[in-house]
Nanobody, 122 residues
């Protein structure tokens, strides 16, 4: 099992940047995913990366603006978010997958953090 805690959320103006962190403890060799959920909407995939960080995947809506990375020595993953838009407003979650391959499917993730709120004002 993996325990995860996100941090770094907040209020930012459109066009601004935020960096989310996800501190992890527990088992190793898992893919990491980032998801978000806006009020009244389903949880949606944002980004994912494999254990080494050499393979990444992004939702089309964030490609070119968001970058995911991880520092396994520090047991921490990051989501750098640039050029933020009001439609990026949501609670952001990091999640640890069952295996080491990145996935876009919520069902492939077994451990979730409590989430951190990101609000982008227009």
């Amino acid at each position: 099992q993996v325990s995860l805690v996100e941090s770094g959320g907040g209020l930012v103006q459109a066009g601004g940047s935020l960096r989310l962190s996800c501190a992890a403890s527990g088992r190793t060799f898992y893919a990491m995913g980032w998801f978000r959920q806006a009020p009244g909407k389903e949880r949606e995939f944002v980004a994912a990366l494999n254990w080494s960080g050499s393979s990444t995947d992004y939702a089309n809506s964030v490609k070119g603006r968001f970058t995911s990375s991880r520092d396994n020595a520090e047991n921490t993953a990051y989501l750098q978010m640039n050029s933020l838009k009001p439609e990026d407003t949501a609670v952001y979650y990091c999640a640890a997958a069952k295996g080491w391959r990145p996935s876009r499917e919520v069902a492939d993730y077994t451990s979730w953090g409590p989430g951190t709120q990101v609000t982008v004002s227009s």
